[in-house]
């Protein structure tokens, strides 16, 4: 698949959920660098750099994406030769894939750890971290169920139920407005991340801030799972996470919408959870207080406050 397809596929959500994203675009990096003709070491690294610009407009939120793009092109400039370049985006590519799909296993068994024999998890939108973890409980012989969020407007609680259903996990699946009813059933939150600030604030899909709060009132613990990729070493320098607004045709139609002249629509498709409604934060590194954000971004994402470009 060209680069430009797997772009467009991140933008219309055809490839989605944070993990995925960042492991299809540094793919999609290393076909490309292996597709391109001889042309000279800076046209190489200038195309690059390019390929680099389209992915990163695809979606602005989730930071896995910046984070797998320069994980996949560091010390480009620094290479010596075009054949050099080309082999160190394909050696950093398949190393990042390779990392970020054992980073999910090991989130899992962590996550496993936490949910014991007879609790009801409650779950948010389609995280691929999150649900690793359910499974890997069921799979340990845990007598678990889910509470399982529709998620609107793009219903990913569907692909969630279908998953929990293989797996044969009892499921309730619920109205996104249905949460703090159904929260006295819940023993436990879990919920997947698409960025993770410095504060250890946790932006994820739109509806995670609401859960988390009833979980607070409730006094169940909310666990994020979230692989150290998802955290944003910009947000040390004070830059804010941008919140994706997707098209208002997703939420109403544009016929309805056209004959509700003073109804304006709005879809801002993820919020932001305060560390103070978060229990832990669950990475590959280990499960960590939120407040310890800034420790993974030094330790795994060679975070330099000095840098100009993190
Ligand atoms: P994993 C998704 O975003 C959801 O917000 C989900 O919680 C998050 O990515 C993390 O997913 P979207 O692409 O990386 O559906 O854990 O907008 O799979």
């Known amino acids: 698949m060209s680069l430009e ?26 076909d490309h660098a292996e597709s391109l003709p001889e042309a000279g070491l800076s046209a190489f690294v200038s195309e690059m750099n390019r390929a680099a610009e389209v992915l990163l407009a695809t979606r602005p939120t989730a930071v896995s994406l910046p ?50 024999d007879g609790m009801t998890i409650m779950t948010h939108c ?34 969630t139920i279908k998953t929990l259903n293989d797996h044969e996990i009892p499921t ?46 409730a006094r169940k613990n ?18 804010h996470i941008e919140i994706e607004e997707r098209p208002t045709s997703e939420v109403l139609s544009p016929e309805t919408a056209a004959g509700l002249p003073f109804v304006t629509v709005r879809n801002p498709v993820f919020d932001v959870t305060p560390p103070r409604y978060i229990d832990v934060i669950v990475t590959e590194a280990g499960a960590i207080p939120p407040e310890a954000a800034y420790t993974i971004m030094k330790e795994y994402l060679s975070f330099n406050p000095e840098q100009e470009n993190p």
């Open 5 to 30: 397809k797997t772009a467009e596929q991140i933008r219309t959500m055809e490839i989605r959920g944070a993990g995925k994203i960042a492991r299809e675009a540094a793919a999609a990096l290393r």
């Open 222 to 239: 909310v666990l994020v799972a979230a692989e150290t990729y998802k955290f944003a070493p910009k947000t040390a320098l004070g830059h």
């Open 172 to 217: 309730t699946y619920i109205v996104d407005s249905a949460v703090r009813t159904f929260m006295k059933e819940a023993d436990l939150v879990i919920v997947g991340a698409d960025a993770v600030t410095v504060k250890g604030a946790v932006v994820n899909k739109i509806g995670t801030s609401q859960i988390a709060l009833a979980a607070h009132e």
């Open 67 to 116: 984070n797998a793009v320069n994980i996949t092109l560091a010390g480009l400039s620094a290479a010596e030769t075009e054949s050099e370049a080309r082999a160190l985006v394909k050696s950093q590519a398949d190393r990042f894939v390779a990392a970020s799909t054992k980073a999910v296993e090991r989130i899992a068994e962590i996550c496993a750890s936490r949910i014991s």
């Open 126 to 159: 389609n995280s691929k971290a999150a649900l690793a973890g359910i499974l890997l409980a069921k799979q340990q012989g845990k007598n678990i169920s889910v509470i399982a969020t529709e998620v609107r407007p793009w219903n990913q609680g569907l692909l």
